[in-house]
């Protein structure tokens, strides 16, 4: 039996430095999604309003018609100008609204992978340094405890913020991308009617 326990206890131990690089890894790609996320923000905000006003004031085939006056950047004038592309074809127009899910659903993933590997290697990371330090306290070795209890709680801050930075940027891209969607399917359907 105390080969099982050691060999659980080393095989724990020494999964602390992988644990240590993935979390460093995450929090510097959740620091590079809070970037974009602020430009895709600063972007939509202008696009956005104006996609609504327009189509408020205009026509489908004529707001169409001015889709080089936006930026090539923003994923929904893309979408928008394959659907101008492909207006005279259902099938086409109904396939151009699976590709944006399929974007939208990749984009959402990188956000939810953040909201659960954040946590899961916060907790391996508090965890493991846990049993060094317990064994620390029962042999006397303060500064051995102190120091693995000290990887412990940084591991668990770091996993949070990187849970906190995921859950965040999801809730916000899925109502964006609800919005896109629905101006995607209201131009696709009134296309569509335009025909008949």
Do not use: C
């Amino acid at each position: 039996m105390d080969f099982i326990n050691n060999a659980l206890y080393w095989l724990s131990t020494g999964m602390l430095v992988p644990v240590i690089v993935f979390l460093l890894f995450f929090f510097v790609r959740s620091l590079m999604m809070i970037g974009g996320f602020y430009g895709r923000y600063v972007n939509r905000s202008k696009v956005n309003v104006k996609i609504h006003r327009q189509l408020d004031e205009r026509s489908v085939p004529e707001f169409l018609d001015t889709l080089g006056d936006y930026p090539k950047s923003n994923e929904l004038i893309a979408s928008l100008e394959r659907v101008s592309r492909f207006r005279d074809s259902a099938p086409a127009l109904d396939r151009q609204l699976g590709d944006y899910e399929i974007v939208a659903d990749k984009e959402l993933g990188k956000s939810k992978l953040l909201v659960k590997i954040g946590p899961i290697l916060g907790l391996m990371g508090t965890l493991i340094p846990m049993g060094p330090a317990l064994t620390g306290l029962a042999t006397g070795d303060v500064e051995s405890m102190a120091q693995n209890m000290q990887v412990a709680f940084a591991t668990t801050v770091v996993g949070l913020i990187i849970g906190a930075v995921g859950f965040i940027t999801l809730q916000v891209k899925q109502r964006w991308y609800a919005d896109d969607m629905n101006i995607l399917e209201y131009v696709v359907e009134s296309l569509k009617e335009h025909k008949k």
